[in-house]
C-alpha cells in the first residue's frame, strides 16, 4: 500500500526556505537541515511532511511526490504495471532507498523504502 509520505519542494536556497516554509506553515525541522536537503514536520506532528531538495534547475516543475511504501520493490512492479515509467538517466547514491519513476504524462516521483 502507498501514501503520500513528503511533498518535496526543489529550491535554489535550503537556509532561506526553511527560515519560510516552517515561519508559514508552523512547522519544525525533522533533524538539522544540510546544505541540500531538509526535511520540515508540523511543530503538532500531525500532518504531511515538506521535504526542502536544493536545485540547479530554474525551471519551475521542480517538485515531485514521495510515496512511502513497506515494499518499495513490489510496489514500483506494481505502478510499471499500471503505466508508469522508470527514468533510466536518474543516477542513484549508494545506498538509495528510493526508486525514481514517472507518471503517464512524465512527472517524475519517488517510491520511498519506509
Not at 525541522?29 to 514536520?41: K, V
Not at 525551471?59 to 503505466?83: P, Q, T
Not at 543516477?91 to 519506509?114: I, S
Request: hydrophobic residues 40%; negative net charge.
Amino acid at each position: 500500500m502507498l501514501k503520500i509520505g513528503s511533498i518535496v519542494w526543489g529550491v535554489t536556497d535550503v537556509p532561506r526556505a526553511v527560515r519560510f516554509w516552517c515561519a508559514a506553515l508552523h512547522y519544525v525541522p525533522a533533524e538539522a537541515p544540510s546544505e541540500d536537503w531538509a526535511r520540515l514536520c508540523p511543530e503538532n506532528g500531525d500532518g504531511l511532511q515538506l521535504s526542502i531538495k536544493l536545485v540547479t534547475s530554474p525551471k519551475a516543475r521542480r517538485h515531485h511526490l514521495d510515496l512511502f511504501s513497506d515494499d518499495r520493490e513490489a510496489e514500483v512492479r506494481r505502478l510499471l504495471a499500471l503505466g508508469a515509467k522508470e527514468v533510466p538517466e536518474w543516477r542513484y547514491e549508494t545506498g538509495a532507498d528510493y526508486t525514481v519513476l514517472a507518471d503517464p504524462d512524465g512527472n517524475r516521483f519517488c517510491v520511498v523504502q519506509k
